[in-house]
């Protein structure tokens, strides 16, 4: 059981170059989301999805685009990394009728 | 919006001591969970509890949803429950998760 994976794990990239972090879940949970965590800040949520394509905006989404095209994958692209990007990454997902978020292993991104 | 506070900000404990944390919200909640992140980055969650006790071996929560508090409880702390402990609760319907700072616990051998 697989469960949910993000990849890559670790990634360094340069300043406006694009990017896509992947995210796949094999529990076909419904609802999968983006965070990303920095020091200071915590926790922020990006964007979420309730199920394929249907995707909304979270506390952060500037410079952030994602898509749903199929239940078990949610890919957050950054379409012109700037520095202030530099995060580690988390991709999480829950049941539609369950609440508990589970988390995948995060991706540690760097913008140069 | 909705202000999650945990206390203490840091805790370290020696192997076999017990330890309360402690999370306030500032306003109603209907979906309030506790996850762990070890010092690898992985965030695990431990309970998704908004009113109530539940215990899972040497963890337990209690969330008293009227008076806007969770506490989490360890029992027997291991070197192996050191990371970091976040609250998080739901603001404005059921998909924004909002996340405390967290109690940064070291158990030292």
């Known amino acids: 059981d697989a469960g949910i994976t993000q990849s890559p794990r670790y990634k360094i990239t340069e300043t406006g170059r694009q990017v896509t972090l992947m995210c796949h879940q094999t529990?076909?949970?419904?609802?999968m989301f983006w965070y990303r965590q920095d020091l200071g800040h915590g926790l922020r949520l990006i964007y979420y999805s309730a199920a394929a394509d249907i995707t909304d905006k979270g506390e952060v989404p500037d410079g952030y685009v994602v898509s749903r095209s199929k239940t078990e994958n949610f890919p957050l692209t950054l379409e012109s990394a700037t520095r202030s990007q530099t995060s580690v990454y988390f991709c999480?997902?829950?049941?539609?009728?369950?609440?508990?978020?589970?988390f995948g292993p995060g991706t540690r991104l760097t913008v140069l | 919006g909705i202000q999650v506070e945990q206390s203490p900000p840091d805790l370290i404990l020696q192997e076999g001591a017990n330890s309360t944390l402690r999370c306030n919200f500032s306003?109603?909640?209907?979906?309030l969970q506790w996850f762990h992140q070890n010092p690898w980055g992985q965030l695990i969650n431990l309970f998704y509890?908004?009113?109530g006790t539940k215990q899972n071996g040497r963890l337990s929560a209690t969330t008293v949803a009227t008076e806007r508090y969770s506490l989490l409880y360890i029992s027997s702390s291991q070197t192996t429950d050191s990371g970091v402990y976040f609250c998080?609760?739901?603001?404005?319907?059921?998909?924004?998760?909002?996340f405390g700072a967290g109690t940064r616990l070291a158990v030292h051998p």
């Open positions: 306003d109603s909640v209907n979906n």
């Open positions: 998080a609760v739901v603001s404005g319907g059921y998909n924004k998760l909002i």
């Open positions: 509890i908004p009113s």
């Open positions: 529990w076909s949970h419904s609802y």
């Open positions: 999480a997902s829950r049941d539609s009728r369950q609440l508990a978020l589970f």
